[in-house]
Structure formats: structure tokens, C-alpha cells
């Protein structure tokens, strides 16, 4: 049985003798009007994912990593210089020196590929980043509209509710006509109908909370109105743990991201030490020489010497291995915190299933048939007022239980798929 709702006896207008209740009922419904958006939860996901400047700020900086990639392996820009030889000195032009050089710094064999591989894998880092961000709004949208959805079936099961208590205190006023009835059950009645109608005005200041905190992660107005266009019904967990944190551990962006740093570390430990094999650097360019009438070619070649013990490639090499060590540290760390948050969200999942298939199987078919049969019963002058409105509050409260348990499972089972 997926449907929580029972028609219990045939519905008819009820009369309302609480005027401030009906009119606090009326200014909570003049938001959620006729006009109400159907939106579907992939529908709300997408516009989230589409509004949200954290999202935005991540695909720049996806964008920024992938510009680093061509920059580190590039080489440095070429420098063209001029020299002039024995200004100031009593000699004529012809016997002044003058060379154009043009040089290129070429760098340390190897240099620019291990720089590649430590751009492409923060590359990759970036776009990890932004899978565990869109993930995270995923999760946060995915709660908003299944509390969206509890709260507006929690508001029909009231309403249906709220008409059945209006049957019974009819019945109670038509049989204290009649002398079958004290007038301690018409009071017994009002006061029931009280309590579902103070139900159904905080089951609304709910669901409005609801569609301001969803239009929020849609960037929308915030009292615009929303009605959930999918269905809240339970779906059976067929997976096992062992599956479901197998992909976890393997697919979680956090995840994905903690072993790029570790292999960032890795290439910036090979780049530091590829740092101690010497640069070269080559020049060429056009000398005049004293007494020549055609220039000459000059030219040159120099290496950096990074060995020598006062440079700082040691302490580089030093940094790089601890930064390593670092990120293997935190990837142990986000490994274990993930095990433990999908452990725990599965747990709860399966809680959660129990007690819907307990309701669903059950107490909801139970709870019906005994508040049809309480009110076959009461008209029949079998129970007194007393035992048909502890039946009706017992109806009650298996009806929102359910509902509150089917959030739970849903609940559950977002922070099963979202959980890093």
C-alpha cells in the first residue's frame, strides 16, 4: 500500500465555528495559490546547479587550472639585448665595440614535463573540487524538496483529517439532539478538530518554509510558490553496504580530489629534484669588431650550478616531501570519514525502511478499518464519544508517523548518495 491517505466516511462541508482558525488557515494559503509552479526534482537541480556563484567561481577556476597546463609547458620568453663597448674613452667609432645578443633560457632537461604533470593533475584537482561542490548542492536540493514534498502530503492527510473530525462533531450534535450523546463529547469533538486545524497551520508554516529555502538554492523569490510535480513513495533499498561504499570510496569527488593531491605531490617532488640538474641557457647575435668593416657572429652557452650546498634545492626537495606526506595523511583521513558518513547514512536508511514497510504493511490498513469500524460502532451507541476520538487521534498520529518516516528513508538515502 503506497498511498497513505484512507477515505474514511463520506465527506460533507463542515461547519466551522472557529472563525480565527479558518482565517489564520485562509492568510496561510494566499501564498500557495492556483498558480503554484510544478517542478520535478531533476527540474530543481539543474536550476540550482545553474544560479549558484559558488558553481560559478568552481567552473573559473576549472577554466584557470586548464590555462596552467599550457604555461608550465612553455618556455620562458627569449630576451634580445644590446652592448656597447669603451664609451667614454678617447678611441674613434670605428674602434668601439657593439653586439646584439638574443638569448633563451632553455631550463633543466626534463623541467617542463614534470611542470605539465603538476599542472594537469591540479587540473584535475579543480574539477574534482567542483564535482564535490555540485554533489554537496545536489544533496542540499534533493532535502529541501523531499521536506517540500512530507509537508504538503502531511497538509492532505490534515485536510482529510480535519473533514472527518467536522463528520464526527456533526454526529456528536445530532445525537446530543437525541439524548445518545453528552455534551462532554461535543466538547470532546471541538477540542479534536482544534488540534488538527493548529496542525494544519504549522503543517503550512512548514511547507512556506520549505519553498523559501528550495527558491533560495534556485536563486528565485522567495515566496514563490512551488508544488513537488514528483510523487513521495517508497522505493525498497536493494543494494548492500559493501557495494554502496565500494563506490563511495571509489567515486566520491572528495575522494578523487585527496589522491590527485597525493599525486601532485609526487610530480612536485620529481620537479623538485629534476631542479638540481643544471639549467642551460644559449644566446646568439651580431658583434662588430674594431677594424672589420662586417660584423661577426657571437654566441654563448651557460648552465645554472643548483648542486652547489648554499642554493635552495634542498629545501625545496625537503618541502615537496613532506607537502607528499601531507596529502597522504588527509587522504587516510577523508577515506575514513567517508566510511563512516556512508556506515552510518545506510544504517539509518534501512531504520528508516523498517519502519515505513511497518506502517505501510500494516498499521495504515490496521488504523483505517478501526476508525471505520469505531464510527460504525459509535452510530450504533456500542462506544461512547471518548473511545471514537482516541481512535481518531491514533489514525492521526499513524498517518504523520508514516509521512515521517517515509522523510526519514528519503533523507537517508540522499545523504547515502551524497554523503563525502
Not at 652592448?83 to 678617447?90: H, L, N, S, V
Not at 643544471?278 to 677594424?291: E, K, Q, T, Y
Not at 583521513?333 to 563512516?340: C, D
Request: charge should be neutral.
Amino acid at each position: 500500500m503506497n498511498q497513505p491517505f484512507h477515505a474514511l466516511i463520506p465527506a460533507r462541508k463542515p461547519r466551522f465555528s472557529h472563525v480565527s482558525i479558518a482565517a489564520s488557515f485562509l492568510l496561510l494559503c494566499m501564498p500557495f495559490g492556483a498558480h503554484a509552479q510544478q517542478l520535478t526534482l531533476d527540474s530543481c537541480v539543474v536550476s540550482a546547479m545553474a544560479s549558484n556563484p559558488a558553481l560559478r567561481a568552481t567552473d573559473r577556476d576549472v577554466e584557470a587550472a586548464g590555462a596552467r597546463v599550457s604555461q608550465a609547458g612553455a618556455f620562458e620568453p627569449p630576451s634580445l639585448s644590446y652592448e656597447a663597448g669603451k664609451r667614454g674613452t678617447p678611441v674613434s667609432d670605428d674602434e668601439r665595440e657593439i653586439s646584439f645578443r638574443l638569448s633563451q633560457d632553455l631550463g633543466a632537461i626534463g623541467t617542463r614535463g614534470r611542470a605539465r604533470s603538476v599542472a594537469r593533475t591540479e587540473l584535475g584537482i579543480s574539477e574534482a573540487t567542483r564535482a564535490s561542490l555540485a554533489l554537496k548542492i545536489r544533496g542540499d536540493v534533493t532535502r529541501a524538496y523531499r521536506r517540500l514534498q512530507a509537508d504538503a502530503l502531511s497538509l492532505r492527510a490534515l485536510e482529510s483529517l480535519r473533514r472527518t473530525a467536522a463528520d464526527f462533531e456533526q454526529m456528536v450534535n445530532g445525537r446530543l439532539h437525541t439524548g445518545g450523546a453528552r455534551y462532554l463529547d461535543v466538547l470532546r469533538a471541538r477540542s479534536e478538530r482544534a488540534r488538527i486545524e493548529n496542525d494544519v497551520i504549522e503543517a503550512l508554516r512548514s511547507l512556506h518554509e520549505d519553498v523559501r529555502t528550495l527558491n533560495g538554492l534556485m536563486a528565485r523569490r522567495a515566496d514563490a510558490p512551488i508544488e513537488p510535480a514528483d510523487s513521495l513513495f517508497y522505493v525498497p533499498l536493494t543494494d548492500s553496504l559493501p557495494n554502496v561504499l565500494r563506490r563511495a570510496l571509489e567515486e566520491r569527488p572528495r575522494l578523487r580530489a585527496a589522491r590527485l593531491e597525493v599525486e601532485r605531490g609526487e610530480s612536485q617532488l620529481g620537479l623538485a629534484r629534476r631542479a638540481r640538474v643544471p639549467a642551460a641557457s644559449v644566446s646568439a647575435g651580431l658583434d662588430r669588431v674594431p677594424g672589420t668593416d662586417n660584423p661577426g657572429l657571437g654566441g654563448g652557452i651557460s648552465f645554472t650550478l643548483p648542486f652547489v650546498p648554499w642554493a635552495d634545492r634542498g629545501a625545496r626537495i625537503r618541502e615537496a616531501t613532506a607537502s607528499k606526506g601531507s596529502a597522504e595523511a588527509r587522504l587516510e583521513s577523508s577515506q575514513r570519514e567517508v566510511e563512516v558518513l556512508v556506515r552510518n547514512a545506510f544504517e539509518s536508511a534501512l531504520a528508516a525502511e523498517r519502519q515505513v514497510q511497518q506502517f505501510d504493511r500494516i498499521l495504515l490498513a490496521d488504523a483505517s478499518d478501526a476508525i471505520r469500524t469505531a464510527t460504525q460502532n459509535y452510530q450504533a451507541g456500542q462506544i461512547d464519544g471518548l473511545e471514537l476520538f482516541e481512535t481518531l487521534r491514533t489514525f492521526r498520529s499513524i498517518e504523520l508517523e508514516y509521512i515521517r518516516a517515509l522523510l526519514n528513508y528519503e533523507l537517508a538515502l540522499t545523504d547515502l548518495a551524497v554523503a563525502e
